[in-house]
Structures are given as structure tokens and as C-alpha cells.
């Protein structure tokens, strides 16, 4: 059974940082990409940053330079540091793999950036 377990999600001001992990499990972890996306409150979920089994990276736009996701095979977890944070980036951060067949997502953790 694939479970994803996200942490990391917190209150913090403009211009902070935080660091998420997304713990893996029933996988091999290794050979899987993984990804975070994110869904703000009436808006759709959209892919954030994406790592592949041998590390190349891919971000959206909007936190190019800002965020930086990175993964640790021999822990089964995927991270992503978020330093100069906006309010723009408030949303449920959601950790996601897929099989050939379909799609795994995790719970999500709430990232709320507010002075």
C-alpha cells in the first residue's frame, strides 16, 4: 500500500522560509519521481517543482530561484525548501508519485504566509 505522509506546514511571515518533507512508504522509493503541488482556496492544484529518480529537477515559474526540491533515497523522502516566501504561496502543499497505472497523492500540509 503507497502512503505519502507530508510534513513541515506552518504560519509564517513574508519573506520566511520553511522546509517540507513528504515521507514514502510501499514504493521503490528510488526509481520513482516524485513532485509537491499546491491548491489555494478556489483555485485549481498545480505542480510546484518535480525531481526524477536521478535527481534533474523541474519548478513553476512562480517560485523559480525562491524554492528547491530535493530527495533522500535512503530516508524514502522528497523535501522542498521554500525560502522568500509571499502571501501568493499560501495553498495545501500535496506531496504525488504515480505508477504506470495511477496517480498517489498525500493528505497535504497547510502553508500559510501572513504577516
Known amino acids: 500500500q503507497v502512503q505519502l505522509v507530508e510534513s513541515g506546514g506552518s504560519l509564517v511571515q513574508p519573506g520566511g522560509s520553511l522546509r517540507l518533507s513528504c515521507a514514502a512508504s510501499?514504493?521503490?522509493?528510488?526509481?520513482?519521481?516524485m513532485g509537491w503541488y499546491r491548491q489555494a482556496p478556489g483555485k485549481q492544484r498545480d505542480l510546484v517543482a518535480g525531481i526524477s529518480p536521478g535527481g534533474s529537477t523541474n519548478y513553476a515559474d512562480s517560485v523559480k530561484g525562491r524554492f528547491t526540491i530535493s530527495r533522500d533515497n535512503a530516508k524514502n523522502t522528497v523535501y522542498l525548501q521554500m525560502n522568500s516566501l509571499k502571501p501568493e504561496d499560501t495553498a495545501v502543499y500535496y506531496c504525488?508519485?504515480?505508477?504506470?497505472?495511477?496517480?498517489?497523492w498525500g493528505q497535504g500540509t497547510q502553508v500559510t504566509v501572513s504577516s
Open positions: 510501499g514504493i521503490n522509493f528510488s526509481i520513482y519521481a
Open positions: 504525488n508519485t504515480r505508477s504506470a497505472t495511477r496517480s498517489y
